[in-house]
């Protein structure tokens, strides 16, 4: 995986799920995941994820519209797996 720091603004709501014992045979850890868009400085949009506690925070903390730094790592699917979150004060 590369590292990967972005700044943006979140371009829809965040979406939220469990998925203890859903992937099994992968022998993943995770209990929850955390989704959502980030439209980019340059107009393109990527797609970002985070796992368990950081899921916690984008849920609790993030609203659509707001302006953030993100740094993470870009997985096998070209998504971001988010591991630190800054929200940026906004203009």
């Known amino acids: 995986m590369n590292i990967v720091i972005i700044w943006g603004k979140i371009k829809e709501k965040i ?17 929850s995941i ?13 797609e970002v994820y985070g796992h368990d506690e ?11 519209n707001k302006n953030i730094c993100i740094i993470g790592k870009i997985d096998s699917n070209m998504q971001i797996e988010v591991q ?3 929200i940026l004060p906004s203009k």
């Open 54 to 64: 950081i899921a916690d925070g984008m849920y609790r903390r993030l609203q659509e």
């Open 15 to 31: 979406e939220f799920q469990f998925i203890y014992n859903r992937y099994r045979k992968y022998k993943t850890k995770h209990i």
């Open 34 to 46: 955390a989704r959502c868009k980030i439209q980019l400085i340059n107009e393109s949009i990527v």
């Open 84 to 86: 630190t979150i800054r």
